[in-house]
Structures are given as C-alpha cells and as structure tokens.
C-alpha cells in the first residue's frame, strides 16, 4: 500500500508508535512551559498576590475546553488535529478559520521560545548571536520530529519529567521554608496581605490578569493531536481529562502561591525567574544557574511540541482542502515532512524578524496571537452543541452543557475585558487583524472554489 496515496485518510499514513506514557507527559509538558518559571513573573508584578485566582480562573476555563474535547475525542478519535471537531461540529468554515487560527498561534510561539532558548544559551556562549543560536535549536528540534513521532514522544517524555520533577522539588522546599524546616522565622501568609492588600489594583486585575496567564497554560489540547498517532487514544483522553485540573491546580497555583508566601509580590518585575526568587529568599545555592537550565528544558519541550504540533495541524488541513494537498505526503517513518519543514521555516522567519524587521512589526506578530487561542477555545466550546456524537446522550450527561458553555462565556468575557483594556488593546487588535486575514482567505477560497 502507498502511503500517499491521495484515497487513503491523513491520520490513516501516520504511525501509531506514541503509548501512554507519551501521551501522559505530552498532556503534562504542554501546561508547563517557561511561562510559569518567567512569565508568572510580570504578571505577579502587575496583579500582587490576586494573580493566584487568575489562574485559578484560568485553569478553569482551560479545563472545561479539555473536557469537552476530550469527550468529543473518546467518541471519534483520531480526527488528527483538535480543530478537526471544530469543523465536525461547525462545519468546514469554522474548521479552516480555527485551524490556520492555531497554526499561525503555534509558529509564533515556536519563534518565542526559539528566542527564549537562545537568549539563556547566549548567557553561557555569549560569542554566539541570538538568530543563531536560535537557528540551531530549531534545526535540532526540526531533526527530532522528522526521525518519528515516537522521537517526539520520547522526547517530550523525558523533558516534561523534569520539569515536573522540578516544580515537585520546589513544593517541597518551598512548603518546608514556610513551616520552618531551616528558617527560623517562618512569615506564613502574611506576606499575601502585607504589602497594599491581596488584591493591591483591585479586584478587577484578576480578569485582567486571566489575559495574561492563560497564554501559559495553553498546550494541554495538544495531547488529543497526538492522540491520532497512538492506539491508546480513548482511555488515555478519559484519564487526562479527569486529571488535567489538578495538574494545573498543582502545577501553578500552588508553586504560585508558595513563591507568594516566600517573596513579596513588590519585590517581582517582568523578566525576573519568580522561582529563581524564592529560591535565593530560601537561601539555596546557585539558584539563578539551577532555574536557568531548568527554564532552558521548559524552552526546549515548548519548541519540539510547537514545531510538532504546527505540522500536524497544517497536515490535517490539508487533508481537509485547506492547504496545499501536497502537504499530506509523509516520509519512510511515516511522518509529514513537508509539513514540518514547512512550519519550522515560518517559525524561523517570524524569530528572524526579532533582528532584521522594525520592531513595530515583530511587536505586532507576538500580539497577532495574544487572543487567538481564546478564539480557538471558543469555537471548541461552542462545537460542542453541534457535534456529531454517536452517542446523542455524550451532549448532556455528565454536567457537559454547563461546561461548554460556562467555558464559552468565561473566554467571550476575556475577549470583552481584552477589547476595553487600554494594555490589551493592541494584543486584541493584532489578534482580530489576524482572524480578519483568515476569513478573507476564506472567502477567496470558496470564490475560486465556484469558478
């Protein structure tokens, strides 16, 4: 049988080499990025202690989007790309604006952490640029997910155990140094009211707040992408959506609130490591070199799973029409090759422009997707209502109805919160400049498609 051959379904050409374990670590990894070891940082600075209910908020809506997919997934898996059940459910317009949505998303984050990785590898190799450092990361990762998609899970495997064997570590040093254990003067709490209060800008900053955090806990939907490529798909996505909010609950709003209870919250600004923070209030030595490879691990597995999942999204798009067909065509490892090239190299031009373009314009492509995943969630809670279960029952049972759409109205008042926030505004005006390109390609899509 040829495996391009243009009758046989995408997710049918792709192996099925990814097991539980992958599928286990990638659902955990995809939460846990640099952005909870730097990027809770800025937003500490700009909230103060109330940031623990912005991603107690945040989690929660992620969750809800977990869940519903993951009940859309356990009845028909392997659809190959989460916003292939946006376009089971809403058709095939909604299918092509949500999947360039979450592509256009994931290359924008593989330049990000591309850079992230290279500007703490410059620290130790300071006669190296940035662009080629991040160059090399990329070609490595790139490398990685063209040998096999068991590659890609071994991989992330092993990448994601430690960053949660770090942030584990750090709970239990942390919560130690708090009830004493070589600190003889424990502050307990009190440095969550201390300073101007638990909530110092109002009580309205943690909306405002959820705009930012929420960017840090998307990628635990890149499991049910990876699903298409393992045999385990249904009980894994059963047990992963059972636990994912305890991870995140786990994860960040503990570490958070440690970090909290350990620094004050005045003491953080944008950029800082908050852990490498509290881990010198704690007295551990050299905390800021421990943070720092610990950041560059985080970095790595973010890049590896972008540059997977912008290919295997562009790869389901284009089984579907709404990418060049060619795009569908995998190697000898059965992996889609073109596909992943073709991603890195968007991503690699978008980190370039960091050095070559106005900084107008790479500002404008980092906020272009400060929404759009709100935008994708959106149209995933909304599915939800329209998807074609097998089991009419999967609709309503199990509380889904108030999840979907509690999760639907949690993102549409992010987006409003966004629209009226003078510091969000651009974000949400890039995002929608986006989303505005998309359905013009859509559009001239279907023109050509009548001639």
């Given at each position: 049988m040829n495996a391009n051959d243009a009758s046989i379904p995408a997710t049918e050409k792709l192996s099925k080499s990814l097991q539980a374990r992958h599928l286990v670590m990638i659902s955990i990894g995809g939460i846990i990025g640099a952005g909870v070891f730097v990027g809770s940082s800025a937003a500490?600075?700009?909230?103060?202690?109330?940031?623990?209910?912005?991603?107690?908020?945040a989690g929660i809506v992620v969750y809800g989007v977990i869940r519903i997919l993951a009940r859309m997934a356990m009845d028909q898996p392997g659809l190959g790309s989460f916003t292939e059940y946006v376009r089971a459910g809403l058709g095939n317009g909604a299918g092509f604006i949500s999947g360039w949505l979450y592509w256009w998303f994931w290359v924008v984050v593989v330049a990000i952490e591309a850079i992230a990785g290279a500007v703490t590898i410059q620290a130790w190799l300071p006669m190296l640029d940035v662009w080629q450092i991040g160059l090399g990361l990329m070609v490595l990762l790139t490398a990685v997910n063209l040998t096999s998609a068991r590659s890609y899970g071994e991989f992330e495997f092993w990448f994601a155990s430690i960053k949660v064997a770090a942030i584990v570590v750090f709970i239990v040093i942390a919560a130690s140094w708090l009830l004493g254990v070589g600190n003889p003067s424990p502050t307990g709490l009190s440095n969550l009211s201390a300073h101007q209060g638990f909530a110092p800008f109002g009580w309205a900053a943690i909306l405002t707040g959820v705009t930012t955090v929420i960017f840090s806990m998307v990628g635990a939907e890149i499991v049910t992408v990876a699903a298409a490529e393992s045999s385990e798909s249904n009980k894994t996505m059963s047990r992963l959506a059972a636990t994912v909010v305890l991870r995140i609950l786990l994860f960040y709003v503990l570490s958070i609130a440690l970090i909290l209870c350990i620094v004050p919250w005045t003491q953080f600004k944008s950029g800082d490591s908050s852990f490498a923070l509290a881990l010198q209030k704690?007295?551990?030595?050299?905390?800021?070199?421990?943070?720092?490879?610990?950041?560059?691990?985080?970095?790595?597995?973010?890049?590896?799973?972008?540059?997977?999942?912008t290919a295997r999204v562009l790869f389901a798009m284009a089984d579907k029409g709404d990418a060049p067909r060619w795009l569908t065509e995998v190697n000898k490892r059965q992996v889609p090759a073109r596909a992943i090239v073709l991603g890195s190299a968007f991503g690699f031009i978008v980190m370039l422009m960091r050095d070559v373009a106005p900084e107008k314009l790479f500002n404008f492509l980092l906020n272009s997707c400060g929404a759009l995943m709100l935008f994708?969630?959106?149209?995933?809670?909304?599915?939800?209502?329209y998807f074609p279960y097998s089991k009419p029952e999967l609709r309503t049972t199990g509380g889904a109805p108030i999840v979907a759409g509690g999760a639907a109205l949690a993102m549409a008042a992010v987006i409003v919160a966004m629209c009226v926030m003078p510091a969000k505004r651009p974000e949400m005006i890039a995002s929608l400049a986006c989303f505005g390109v998309i359905v013009v390609a859509l559009v001239v899509k279907r023109v050509m498609a009548r001639r």
């Amino acid at each position: 049988m040829n495996a391009n051959d243009a009758s046989i379904p995408a997710t049918e050409k792709l192996s099925k080499s990814l097991q539980a374990r992958h599928l286990v670590m990638i659902s955990i990894g995809g939460i846990i990025g640099a952005g909870v070891f730097v990027g809770s940082s800025a937003a500490i600075a700009t909230i103060g202690p109330a940031v623990i209910l912005s991603y107690v908020f945040a989690g929660i809506v992620v969750y809800g989007v977990i869940r519903i997919l993951a009940r859309m997934a356990m009845d028909q898996p392997g659809l190959g790309s989460f916003t292939e059940y946006v376009r089971a459910g809403l058709g095939n317009g909604a299918g092509f604006i949500s999947g360039w949505l979450y592509w256009w998303f994931w290359v924008v984050v593989v330049a990000i952490e591309a850079i992230a990785g290279a500007v703490t590898i410059q620290a130790w190799l300071p006669m190296l640029d940035v662009w080629q450092i991040g160059l090399g990361l990329m070609v490595l990762l790139t490398a990685v997910n063209l040998t096999s998609a068991r590659s890609y899970g071994e991989f992330e495997f092993w990448f994601a155990s430690i960053k949660v064997a770090a942030i584990v570590v750090f709970i239990v040093i942390a919560a130690s140094w708090l009830l004493g254990v070589g600190n003889p003067s424990p502050t307990g709490l009190s440095n969550l009211s201390a300073h101007q209060g638990f909530a110092p800008f109002g009580w309205a900053a943690i909306l405002t707040g959820v705009t930012t955090v929420i960017f840090s806990m998307v990628g635990a939907e890149i499991v049910t992408v990876a699903a298409a490529e393992s045999s385990e798909s249904n009980k894994t996505m059963s047990r992963l959506a059972a636990t994912v909010v305890l991870r995140i609950l786990l994860f960040y709003v503990l570490s958070i609130a440690l970090i909290l209870c350990i620094v004050p919250w005045t003491q953080f600004k944008s950029g800082d490591s908050s852990f490498a923070l509290a881990l010198q209030k704690i007295g551990i030595p050299g905390a800021a070199t421990i943070m720092n490879v610990i950041v560059l691990t985080a970095v790595l597995s973010c890049l590896n799973s972008g540059v997977y999942v912008t290919a295997r999204v562009l790869f389901a798009m284009a089984d579907k029409g709404d990418a060049p067909r060619w795009l569908t065509e995998v190697n000898k490892r059965q992996v889609p090759a073109r596909a992943i090239v073709l991603g890195s190299a968007f991503g690699f031009i978008v980190m370039l422009m960091r050095d070559v373009a106005p900084e107008k314009l790479f500002n404008f492509l980092l906020n272009s997707c400060g929404a759009l995943m709100l935008f994708t969630y959106l149209y995933v809670a909304i599915a939800h209502f329209y998807f074609p279960y097998s089991k009419p029952e999967l609709r309503t049972t199990g509380g889904a109805p108030i999840v979907a759409g509690g999760a639907a109205l949690a993102m549409a008042a992010v987006i409003v919160a966004m629209c009226v926030m003078p510091a969000k505004r651009p974000e949400m005006i890039a995002s929608l400049a986006c989303f505005g390109v998309i359905v013009v390609a859509l559009v001239v899509k279907r023109v050509m498609a009548r001639r």
